[in-house]
């Protein structure tokens, strides 16, 4: 039996924050993983996808601005784009992760991780042999989610790419047809099909990235459809079938598609099924309700956390990680016997998840947005004002881009004066997300807002302009 202070399973970047915070504040820590140190973003999620989008997002803003366009003379290069892409995940190798790990002070233990009990975690190695863990003051699980593959009648056994597939493909295939109209759908129609697949996208509503609001949608499904993307919605999805490695066939309520690949991307299930969550009174394969310290809520004794994907409250790494800094803090905080209310450390409980979320699509053009839609707004009984205005009508975007297309909103709470949403669609734009991010999150009086004053000529401006049209 070896003991810590804290046990951590799951070993990606939520994982990883935990440890190091827990650490940081005295205690020892242990990561538990199965696969690779560094997790699901590291390596198939966030950076393989972005540095699959990147060169196209930069040819493409390049050919925007007369000048720069004459120079470029050819189109994205399939082979170096796949080829950057996998030395942004290290040729799929943790050793500098692991290497992190260690000069930290945080030991790492190869294996699945699996609750016995309380405080207590059995690891089993590829080879069968198990280590028996017990923590002093707490467990968190940091297992994330896995995506998800609709029961449709032909579908998992047509060998179905999910987004690990497409974004450590080693090859561009001919043609892919992608199922789903959400962030990674619309993400890896676009990547894959400026490396030169011919893309369908299948989606079962009636426009892209229902979750936004609906110009952002619209914005980017004019976008795709310019990039050659056959985009179908309002489609429902009847059948799939593949005839051993030859190209794969989905039965629409439209007509059938055949592609070479066919991409699964209809949301995500939570990496919970083999923790051994039947052993502490919990539901195997269940989302885990947690408090704002990131303790589950159902468990008695206040030793199990978990933060990251799997408590369903926000399933963004950013998110993840900021939930694992608050939830390092509170174990250290509560280790030293203090209480919740505690100014000392009371200000890293995850607040920010419940309604100040920032997210970007780096589509092309990018969405970027945080807090509340208007319609999200409304539904709480927020007595909102919206206000909308043209990002092409911008000095700094008609630098940027010659015919620059891109729309702004925010969500006003009239009641208290301050943002509580806002919205930004345009090439570029992920960049400005963050002020936003602090507007709402610092719930900063308009009146006050309007002071900050946005430097001339840049895309900032769209701050000057939108609070114009709010009145002041």
């Not at 892919?176 to 129609?189: P, T």
């Not at 195997?284 to 809520?297: G, I, K, Q």
Request: hydrophobic residues 45%; negative net charge.
């Amino acid at each position: 039996m070896q003991t810590y202070d804290v046990i951590v399973i799951g070993a990606g970047s939520t994982g990883e924050n935990v440890a190091a915070r827990a650490v940081r504040g005295g205690l020892t820590a242990v990561l538990v993983e199965s696969e690779l140190v560094g997790g699901e973003c590291s390596y198939w999620a966030c950076m393989p996808s972005k540095a699959l989008l990147r060169g196209a997002e930069a040819v493409n803003a390049a050919k925007a601005v007369d000048g720069a366009a004459q120079a470029v003379t050819g189109e994205v290069d399939p082979a170096a784009t796949l080829a950057r892409r996998t030395k942004f995940t290290s040729n799929w190798d943790d050793a500098s992760q692991v290497e992190w790990a260690t000069s930290n002070s945080i030991d790492v233990l190869r294996g699945v991780g699996r609750l016995t009990g309380e405080r207590a975690v059995r690891v089993v190695a590829e080879d069968g042999s198990a280590t028996d863990l017990a923590a002093t003051h707490a467990v968190a699980l940091c297992t994330g989610s896995t995506a998800s593959v609709p029961p449709i009648p032909g579908l998992a056994d047509a060998r179905p790419w999910t987004a690990r597939e497409a974004t450590s493909a080693t090859e561009v295939p001919a043609s892919l047809a992608v199922i789903g109209g959400g962030v990674v759908g619309c993400e890896l129609a676009t990547a894959w099909r400026a490396l030169g697949a011919e893309v369908t996208l299948l989606v079962r509503g009636s426009g892209l990235l229902a979750k936004n609001e609906p110009f952002a949608g619209e914005l980017v499904a004019d976008a795709l459809r310019e990039m050659g993307v056959d985009l179908r919605l309002d489609t429902e999805i009847t059948g799939v079938r593949r005839d051993g490695d030859g190209p794969t066939t989905v039965v629409t309520s439209g007509g059938e598609v055949t592609a070479e690949v066919v991409l699964v991307a209809t949301g995500r299930s939570p990496g919970t099924s083999d923790l051994g969550l039947d052993t502490v009174g919990l539901e195997p394969a269940s989302w885990l309700d947690v408090d704002d310290t990131c303790r589950v809520t159902a468990v008695e004794g206040g030793w199990l956390y978990a933060a990251g994907d799997l408590n369903h409250r926000a399933l963004l790494t950013h998110m993840g990680k900021y939930q694992a800094r608050a939830c390092g803090e509170a174990i250290v905080a509560r280790a030293k016997g203090k209480s919740v209310g505690d100014s000392a450390w009371s200000a890293y409980t995850a607040t920010a998840d419940h309604a100040a979320v920032p997210s970007v699509v780096f589509t092309d053009p990018q969405v970027a947005s945080v807090g509340r839609t208007e319609e999200a707004a409304r539904a709480e009984g927020l007595d909102v004002r919206t206000v909308e205005y043209d990002l092409g009508a911008l000095a700094g975007t008609a630098l940027y881009a010659d015919g620059y297309t891109g729309r702004a909103k925010l969500v006003v709470d009239e009641q208290r004066r301050v943002i509580v949403g806002a919205t930004f669609v345009g090439p570029g734009i992920g960049e400005l997300l963050h002020s936003a991010t602090v507007a709402v999150i610092g719930e900063v009086p308009l009146d006050r807002l309007w002071h900050a004053v946005p430097s001339y000529p840049t895309m900032s401006e769209i701050w000057l302009r939108l609070l114009e049209a709010y009145g002041l």
